[in-house]
């Protein structure tokens, strides 16, 4: 382990190891050597035999969430940097608008303030990718200036927030996945929408382009053909399949995918599902933790920012069988890894339903914050060996 300083005053980095020579960053640029100690942070930092320090780890955010953080903490941010130093290595955040043909700006964590400052880095040895909005990640400008950087060639953790339409289709193609998925379609018209309800009477409205339970919606079929719509701020009784679609779905082909309802386990009257967050493990994907969240002011979704609650996993332990799902998310890794190059973390909403059965109701590129510690802490650890296991630095 070394020790590498950053002099906020001039900008520069530096080691105090005399006679020695290092380099750092994606292209192995020398940093140079001082005695000065005034006006300095320390960062401790792994180095290889090629005395090489690092891993220099990059996390690709918004211009937003930079200039907030001091005002606004990221405790998740926080905590994986707390963890890399902890184990060696040092972690930036910069957003896409601060990358220069040789350098990158971003965000260090100075603990003698406990502030995030500013410093000029060399590229990264890797990119976590924690950028937060899935409209500006898919702008033609963030495309073209991630392509720039790519031209570097550094590892980036999940390029993109996924599909859901997309990760349908990895998931049901997959020989294990196949029987762990709900049918699902793609809505592209009053027949989809007719099909589906006749098949299943109880039907999930998703946008293919969307998280956290946003813009969903469910229709149930009655047995006098008039259909039940809910979403999270109304309940609305329609007469007709047609007229439904005319008032709610006009202009959305394409854009949504109809799910089948699948009837779950409840808890004290309310339904619950599983989430599990998973990690990238040499050729594995490994559990990180699972959490329970449970419906409460409405049935449509069991996220907390909608209303659901965290349920302590003991309350529904027969429900969870932890080979299975440690089975399940190996192959969701295999498959994501199939659509969208290197995937190093996702998690997994999992609903058990009446017949003791796993359905995957959606996969996530960038996992919520877990309130459970010890998963949001499992998560990080595994992450820095993950980011060690692909920048060459012993974990």
Avoid at 9 to 26: E, L, P, Y
Avoid at 267 to 296: C, E, M, P, W
Avoid at 338 to 349: M, Q, R, T, V, W
Wanted: hydrophobic share 35%.
């Amino acid at each position: 382990m070394k020790m590498i300083y950053f002099d906020g005053i001039s900008g520069r980095w530096f080691h105090q190891t005399d006679q020695a020579s290092f380099v750092w960053g994606k292209e192995n640029k020398e940093i140079s050597y001082s005695a000065n100690t005034f006006s300095t942070c320390g960062f401790r930092v792994k180095n290889t035999a090629y005395n090489k320090i690092g891993p220099l780890i990059g996390v690709l955010t918004s211009p937003s969430v930079l200039n907030r953080m001091n005002d606004q903490p990221h405790q998740n941010i926080l905590s994986l940097h707390q963890i890399v130093q902890k184990h060696g290595g040092l972690l930036v955040l910069f957003s896409l608008n601060n990358v220069t043909t040789s350098f990158i700006e971003g965000l260090i964590y100075n603990r003698g303030i406990s502030q995030w400052e500013s410093a000029i880095l060399p590229f990264p040895d890797i990119i976590y990718n924690r950028y937060p909005n899935r409209k500006k990640e898919q702008t033609l400008l963030f495309q073209q200036q991630l392509t720039q950087l790519k031209k570097h060639q550094i590892p980036i953790i999940n390029e993109r927030f996924f599909s859901k339409w997309d990760v349908h289709q990895l998931f049901s193609n997959h020989p294990f996945l196949k029987t762990h998925v709900p049918y699902t379609t793609l809505f592209q018209g009053f027949d989809d929408l007719q099909s589906m309800l006749e098949d299943y009477h109880y039907v999930y409205i998703k946008p293919i382009h969307s998280s956290k339970g946003r813009g969903m919606a469910s229709l149930t079929l009655q047995e006098n053909g008039m259909i039940i719509y809910q979403d999270h701020q109304r309940t609305k009784l329609f007469p007709t399949l047609l007229e439904l679609a005319k008032n709610t779905l006009t202009g959305y082909e394409g854009h949504l995918i109809l799910q089948e309802g699948i009837k779950s386990q409840t808890h004290n009257g309310n339904r619950f599902d599983i989430r599990l967050l998973a990690h990238k493990s040499r050729d594995q994907y490994i559990v990180s933790g699972i959490g329970i969240r449970q419906s409460l002011a409405q049935p449509l979704t069991t996220h907390v920012v909608n209303g659901g609650q965290i349920l302590p996993i003991d309350q529904v332990q027969k429900h969870v069988d932890f080979n299975r799902l440690q089975q399940i998310a190996q192959a969701s890794g295999e498959a994501l890894s199939k659509g969208y190059n290197l995937i190093g973390e996702f998690s997994l909403d999992i609903v058990p339903s009446l017949h003791h059965h796993y359905y995957v109701l959606e996969a996530n590129a960038k996992p919520m914050i877990f309130d459970e510690e010890d998963i949001q802490e499992s998560g990080s650890r595994n992450l820095y060996k993950l980011f060690c296991e692909l920048t060459g630095f012993s974990p």
